[in-house]
């Protein structure tokens, strides 16, 4: 079965260091793979995402991930945290088994702090 | 510019009461979600719907119900409230293709006293 591990609940960086994030999954199935970001009292919305096309994908703000099928990893980083990087962080990958391709599996989140 | 909205950002209700959350998106999408999100529990699925009147259970929806007259609405029901439905519930809809992350509303924080 599909699985999703985000690893650390909470990150704290310094603004302008490096900021990773990181997501382990496991798969039967090729994946697909997505980051979203939620700022406080607010929705999700979409970071970037990995559809089997290039393995080094670029995000909105700055952020990038990279498909590693042999870790099973998608980590998030950004080469330098700015003060408003500061959210909850969402790893997620599709289901992939026969008709449910269009739900995703969720890990738990990942609440990044930046400290000027 | 494409979105989700949904009725209430804030709702108060007693505990047995019905409650009714919207959700409307604008995107001609054909499939939508209903999660509730909890501290430490991440997003979890209640109900999925891919098409009008198509509905499918998630992994929580003891309590909800759903409905979906429209392609652009999709409403989630709590028959009757109780505390233990105090949360943040997010709608979102997605594309039919799998490599369309869906997209999600701003969130309703409802309150069962």
């Known amino acids: 079965a599909q699985s999703v591990t985000q690893l650390g609940s909470h990150v704290s960086v310094s603004e302008g260091a490096l900021v990773l994030l990181r997501c382990n999954y496991s798969s039967s199935v090729p994946p697909y793979l997505f980051w979203y970001v939620q700022y406080p009292n607010q929705g999700l919305q979409l970071l970037l995402k990995?559809?089997?096309?290039a393995t080094l994908v670029k995000g909105i703000n700055g952020f990038e991930a990279e498909f590693k099928k042999s870790e099973t990893s998608f980590h998030l980083t950004k080469p330098s945290a700015h003060m408003s990087d500061a959210a909850e962080y969402f790893c997620?990958?599709?289901?992939?088994?026969?008709?449910?391709?269009?739900?995703?599996?969720w890990g738990l989140g990942t609440s990044l702090a930046v400290n000027p | 510019d494409v979105k989700v909205t949904q009725s209430s950002r804030y709702l108060v209700k007693r505990t047995g009461e019905k409650v009714f959350l919207e959700c409307v998106q604008d995107?001609?999408?054909?499939?939508m979600f209903w999660y509730r999100q909890d501290p430490g529990l991440g997003l979890r699925l209640i109900y999925f719907s891919y098409d009008v009147k198509m509905k499918e259970k998630g992994d929580i929806p003891e309590g909800y119900s759903v409905s979906r007259e429209k392609k652009e609405r999709f409403s989630l029901i709590l028959e009757s409230a109780s505390t233990n439905q105090t949360s943040m519930y997010l709608c979102?809809?997605?594309?039919?293709?799998?490599?369309?992350?869906?997209?999600f509303g701003p969130g309703t924080r409802l309150t069962v006293l």
């Open positions: 979102a809809s997605s594309p039919p293709s799998e490599a369309g992350g869906p997209v």
């Open positions: 995107m001609d999408h054909e499939n």
């Open positions: 990995y559809t089997s096309a």
């Open positions: 997620a990958v599709t289901r992939g088994y026969a008709g449910n391709n269009r739900k995703l599996i």
